[in-house]
């Protein structure tokens, strides 16, 4: 069910009851100031009535009824029997004052109100004794004159509700739709954009309720064009990428067919060993740039680094490089034991920042050199004696798939990006040198620090 289904059915649950509600208390209200008036009035009358007891002469023979008396002139719409007044003298005999009242019973020893029937009829009594002269009073009046006086009331408060209950539903159920017309032109907006469109959503007919749900679902378009628009780069480049590798052990692998010697299969299967070689390592660096680029963005990390740890798994796994290159790799530490930056984030993140450092570090030595790690509060710096590099190439160093020409060491131009990434993710960054001596470059430093 749709929100302006839920509102507008919870309108036309909700009204007709808080009506009905206050129908009640309306007629409770009215029914208590009803009585109120009447009861006071009904007080009143039989105090006035025993103030003028007196005049009566007691020693004058009262007959038994009093003679019907008929109303002259313009009763309007009195109901005379609803109410009636009798009295007594202290003998017991009955005054006879009110031809209503013969009915209305002595009840000797009540005072005050009391509820009875006379008859079949519910009625209302109230006596009143005069204490000196024992003279008794009694005031009556027919409930159902009460009754009929708090359905009127409430009969003419209803008929305004009845008339004007759809008209307040009818109205309300607009102004729901019309509130929420604004909803409906988000979804439309949402429904209609193709799924990597960057464009934020229109803030400007966006009610200040829905603000933050739209700036929220505007950076989270952002993330998601971001997302699909780096899946399209890595696919790109690595469907270019792969093309070569792919191709060449195609033709490796004809030539082995085709071979006339022994000799010649052997060099073009070392040739295909190769090949599968560089295609794993490429398709490896593009699962971990992959893995990477959709991971973690400036996280706040709470595992402590224990460098040493790292450091030795880099060595190990970069090993198998320096025994080929003939290339020695020396650890330098603080002496007070310094733990090196950061002291706290991912130790396989940054094992893979320091691995892919240290194999660039390697592959771009001399054969006989030696490269040099060292680590500080400050920085991880790696040094290595190759021949440096142009400034224009310095300028491109990170770039995806992009390599140095004329190097014979083959790779895919992944492995710094990969560290730029994961330093990223840390805070941190990687910067390039070329070490001078003389005017001269006689090595290339990488160093990681804070990204101030």
């Known amino acids: 069910m749709t929100l302006q289904k839920r509102l507008i059915v919870a309108l036309l649950l909700t009204a007709p009851l808080s009506w009905a509600l206050t129908i009640g208390v309306t007629y409770w209200r009215a029914a208590h100031e009803i009585n109120e008036l009447y009861d006071t009035d009904m007080v009143r009358m039989a105090q006035q009535m025993r103030a003028l007891l007196p005049l009566f002469d007691t020693s004058v023979e009262l007959p038994q009824t009093a ?21 007594w003298l202290p003998d017991g005999r009955a005054l006879n004052i009110d031809p209503d ?35 008794r009073i009694a005031v009556g009046q027919r409930l159902g004159e009460r009754d009929d006086l708090v359905l009127s009331y409430i009969g003419g408060q209803i008929l305004p509700w009845l008339l004007g209950l759809p008209i307040l539903l009818a109205l309300m159920i607009w102004s729901v739709r019309r509130a929420l017309a604004p909803v409906r032109a988000l979804s439309e907006q949402i429904a209609s954009r193709s799924p990597d469109d960057p464009q934020p959503l229109a803030l400007a007919s966006v009610p200040g309720e829905l603000l933050p749900l739209v700036a929220s679902m505007n950076q989270l378009l952002g993330r998601v064009a971001s997302a699909i628009e780096r899946e399209r780069r890595l696919t790109a480049d690595a469907a270019h990428e792969l093309r070569t590798p792919l191709a060449a052990l195609k033709s490796q692998w004809e030539v ?18 190769l090949g599968i070689e560089r295609l794993n390592r490429l398709v490896s660096q593009l699962l971990t740039m992959s893995r990477l680029e ?12 224990e460098w040493h740890k790292v450091t030795e798994q880099a060595l190990s796994d970069c090993l198998w490089l320096a025994r080929r290159r003939n290339v020695d790799v020396e650890v330098l530490w603080e002496q007070d034991q310094t733990s090196p930056l950061p002291t706290l984030g991912d130790a396989n993140t940054l094992g893979i920042m320091l691995r892919n450092l240290l194999d660039n570090a390697i592959r771009y030595s001399p054969s006989g050199s030696t490269v040099t790690v060292s680590f500080s509060a400050q920085a991880i710096v790696l040094d290595n004696e190759g021949e440096g590099v142009a400034p224009d190439v310095l300028a491109r160093i990170g770039d995806r798939f992009f390599r140095q020409a004329g190097h014979q060491e083959k790779g895919s131009g992944l492995g710094v990006s990969i560290a730029q990434r994961a330093a990223q993710q840390h805070g941190l960054k990687v910067t390039f040198s070329n070490l001078m001596r003389d005017g001269k470059p006689y090595g290339f430093r990488a160093s990681v620090q804070r990204d101030h």
Do not use: C, K
């Open 67 to 87: 003679a019907p008396t008929t109303p002259t002139g313009d009763q309007g719409d009195a109901a005379l029997g609803d109410l009636s007044v009798s009295a």
């Open 101 to 135: 009242g013969d009915a209305l019973p002595r009840n000797d020893g009540q005072a005050g109100f009391m509820d009875t029937r006379i008859g079949t009829v519910p009625w209302r009594l109230y006596y009143l004794d005069d204490g000196e002269r024992g003279w």
């Open 256 to 273: 082995a067919e085709r071979a006339p010697t022994e000799q010649e299969r052997l060099q073009a299967r070392a040739n295909v060993a």
């Open 294 to 305: 959709n991971g973690m963005h400036a996280a706040t990390f709470l595992d402590q680094i």
